[in-house]
C-alpha cells in the first residue's frame, strides 16, 4: 500500500492509499506485453516513429494535469518540473527521429561467394531485433524525465519492445496517470494491446524480475537497491541483462593555473552544481580538488552559506542523507566550512560544504568515497601534482570526471586525463557535471559502481542499443526473410552489402 497526497476540495492535502498490483495483475500485464512483443517488434520504423511522437504530444496536452501531481508528490519546484516534462517529450522526438530512417536496425548482407577465400560463403543478412518485454524501473529524483515515459521507457519503445513499468512510490498517484496517458496514446497510434502498463509494490519489481516473460531490465537508483535487482536478474535460470545506473561521486579537479585565473568563477560555479536540485542528481560533483593554497574556503562558504534550504524528494530520502552527513562529519581530519545542518525533513537540507586533504582521503575511503545524495560536497585540498593522480587512482567507476585547467596546465591534466578515462563515462573541460544533453553524442554511463555495464548509455539515442540483439539469417528463402532483410527493401531502409566485385 502507498500513501500519496490527495488534494481536497478546499485545496488541503490529504493522504490517498493507492494498493500494490496483486500478483494476478502482475501476471496480467507480463502476459500482456509478450503477446504483445511479436507485432510489436515487427512494426515499420516509421510507424514506431508515429506512436512515440504520439506519446509526446498526449504528454505535453496533459501538463496542466500533470505538473501539480508531481508538485504534490516531489516537492520539486514547478519551474524545475516543467522543464523537466519539456525534456522528457522531447527525448521521445529524438527517438522517434532516430529510428523513423531505420539506421538503428544495421542491415548487413554478405552475399554468397563461392570463391570465397576461406571457402564457399553463405548468403548472410544481419538485423538487430528487440529484446522482447522489458521491465523499466522509475526513478524518485525525475519524476518525468528518469520515470514512467522517461529514457529507459522511450529507448525500449524506440526498439520495439513492450514496457512494463515498475513505479517510484515517491510519486504513485502521477506514476499511474502518466502511464494511462501513454497507454492509451500508443493504442490510439496503432501500438498493440500490452505494449505499455504500469504495475505498483516493492515486491512486485522483484518479482517481474524474475519471471521469464521479462527479457532486459533497466534501474535508476541507489547502489544497495540495484546490485540487489542486479543479482536477481542474473541469478535467474536463463539470466538477462539488467542496465543499472548506480552511484557516482563525480569528482572536479581544478589545476593551478585554472584557480589563478578564475578561481572565483570556478567557486560560484561549483556550488551552483553540487547544492542545485538539493543535491539530488546523479551527476552532483561529490568532490572538488584543489592545490592546497587555493584560497578559496572563504568564497566556498560564503556561496553555500548563501543557499537556502530545500526539501529533499521524501522522508526515506532525507533520513539517509542526514545518516551519511553524520558519517562523513564525523571523520577525522574533515572540517566543516559550512554546516546544512538540518532537524526534520519538514525543513529541508541547505548544503553542507566540507574540507579535508588527500592523505584523510585515502586513509578513510570507506566512509569519504561513497555517494551522499544530497546537498554535501567535500573540498580536498592537494599538495602536489602527484596527490592528485593519486587521488584520481582512488576511485571507482563514474558518471562524470571533470577537469578545470589553463594553456599552463598542460603537464597536469596529461597526468590526470588518461586516470580519469579509466574511471568514467563523461570527462568535462571547464565546465560541470550537472545537466545532461540528451543527443547523439551524449554517454550516461560508466564503469561499476556508476553503472552494471559501462559500454552502455541510458541518455542519448545510442540508449535505444541496450534493447536489441542481432540475428544473422543465413541462405534463407526470399519469401521467408524479414522486410528489412528483403532485397525489394519495403522499408526503404539502410541496407550495407558486401559483395565481390
Known sequence: MWTSPDRAKDGTLTATQIPDTTRAELDAALQRAADAAEPFGEQAPAERARQLRAVADALDAAAGELIPLALDESHLSEARLTGELKRTTFQLRLFADTVEPGDHLRVTFDRADPDFALGPKPDLRRMMLPVGPVLVFAASNFPFAFSVAGGDTAAALAAGCPVVLKGHPGHPELSLRTGEIVAEALRSAGAPEGAFSVVLGFDTGADALRDERIKAAAFTGSVPAGRALFDIANSRPKPIPFFGELGSLNPVFVAPGAVAARGT????????????????????????????????????????????????????????????????????????????????????????????????????????????????????????????????????????????????????????????????????????????AVSHAMHHGGPYPATTDARFTSVGTAAIDRFLRPVTYQDVPPALLPQPLQDQNPWNIPQEVHARD
Not at 561529490?286 to 568564497?299: N, S
Not at 553524520?326 to 574540507?355: I, K, Y
Not at 602536489?384 to 570526471?401: K, P, Q, V, W, Y
Not at 589553463?406 to 570527462?427: I, M
Open 265 to 436: 568563477d570556478i567557486a560560484k560555479g561549483y556550488v551552483t552544481s553540487y547544492s542545485g536540485n538539493a543535491g539530488q542528481l546523479c551527476t552532483k560533483p561529490g568532490l572538488l580538488f584543489l592545490p592546497a593554497d587555493h584560497g578559496l574556503e572563504g568564497a566556498l562558504a560564503e556561496e553555500s552559506a548563501g543557499v537556502a534550504a530545500h526539501r529533499l524528494l521524501n522522508e526515506r530520502l532525507h533520513e539517509g542523507y542526514c545518516g551519511r552527513r553524520s558519517v562523513v562529519t564525523d571523520v577525522p581530519g574533515v572540517r566543516v566550512l559550512t554546516d546544512g545542518a538540518s532537524n526534520s525533513a519538514e525543513d529541508g537540507a541547505a548544503p553542507t560544504l566540507l574540507a579535508t586533504d588527500v592523505d584523510t582521503l585515502l586513509a578513510n575511503r570507506d566512509a569519504l568515497l561513497e555517494e551522499v545524495f544530497g546537498p554535501l560536497s567535500i573540498v580536498v585540498a592537494y599538495a602536489s601534482e602527484d596527490e592528485a593522480r593519486r587521488a584520481a587512482e582512488a576511485f571507482e567507476g563514474n558518471l562524470t570526471a571533470t577537469v578545470h585547467a589553463e594553456d599552463s596546465d598542460t603537464d597536469f591534466v596529461a597526468t590526470l586525463l588518461p586516470r580519469l578515462r579509466e574511471r568514467a563515462g563523461r570527462l568535462l573541460f571547464n565546465g560541470w557535471p550537472t545537466g545532461v
